[in-house]
């Protein structure tokens, strides 16, 4: 290939951390730029140009006005575009923001109290989808190289569960540990289950969950139920409604 894909980093609401793990790629990420110019980003030092782009990673949620417009723009440009993480994927941990998580609200410019956190794609139509808290790196690097080998990313059509299964760990819920790995979309190698530690969701719903499955599952072992799974519960109902 002799012509260097053009490809854009955004942030909207985000940490950066995402980024952040994209820069410990290291070698990897000095491989991946023989092939990739970087036109646009902030992380990376490089000012807005407002060019057109064949890529677009667009890491963060939308929590205001002016994010919906900044995405829209970065749609407008782009070919492809890429919702980077669990706050670009799923809304993330800003969604504390929607629960009336009020330590989130008292930092909303006036005005903007009350605007809710949503995920990239409901404002814009996204193209692929690198979940995570912070997003897998190597999910990126496979990403990047399927595009330039013009190859279909697959996602991930499994659940967290899948994987802990296959590792042979013992289940934390049978502990009474809350987990939330058979209703979360694999593709983590069921990193926190692993070492002990539940799921809590950062690769996003599950295609499959099934969300009283886990309700009971809680129950079985005596785990109290947060309520917001019965929320999420009555959001699919609604959704299925819909479809
Ligand atoms: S997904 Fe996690 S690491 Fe990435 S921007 Fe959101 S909070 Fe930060
Ligand atoms: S520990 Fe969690 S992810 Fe692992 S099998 Fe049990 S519920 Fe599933
Ligand atoms: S186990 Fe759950 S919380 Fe941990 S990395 Fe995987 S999806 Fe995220």
Redesign the pocket.
């Known amino acids: 290939m002799n012509k260097k894909v053009k490809v854009g980093f955004f ?1 909207l609401a ?5 980024y ?2 994209i820069l410990n790629l290291d070698d990897k990420l000095l491989d991946i730029l023989k092939y990739v110019e970087i036109v646009e980003s902030r992380i990376f030092g490089i000012p807005k140009r407002s060019e057109e782009l064949d890529v677009a990673f667009i ?3 939308i929590t205001c006005e002016e994010e919906i417009e900044r995405a829209k723009e970065i749609r407008k440009r782009s070919k492809i575009v890429v919702a ?5 994927c799923s809304g ?2 800003f969604m504390f923001k929607n629960f009336g998580f009020t330590g989130a609200k008292i930092n909303q410019p006036p005005g903007k109290e009350n605007f809710i956190t949503e995920p990239i794609d409901k404002y814009i139509k996204v193209d692929y989808y690198l979940p ?4 897998k790196r190597e999910e990126f690097v496979e990403l990047v190289y399927s595009l330039l080998a013009n190859r279909r990313f697959a996602e991930k059509p499994h659940s967290v569960c899948s994987e802990c299964i296959l590792y042979e760990n013992d289940c934390l819920l049978e502990k009474g540990i809350p987990c939330l790995g058979p209703i979360t979309q694999g593709g983590c190698g069921a990193l926190c289950p692993t070492n002990g530690r539940g799921c809590f969701g ?1 690769r996003g719903l599950y295609e499959d969950a099934n969300i009283d499955g886990l309700i009971e599952a809680f129950k079985k072992h005596n785990i109290p139920i947060p309520d917001y799974l019965y929320e999420l519960k009555k959001k699919l109902v609604e959704a299925a409604k819909h479809e």
């Open positions: 942030s985000s940490c950066e951390g995402c952040v793990d890491e963060g949620a980077l993480g669990d706050c670009a993330g941990k995570g808290c912070p997003a950062c």
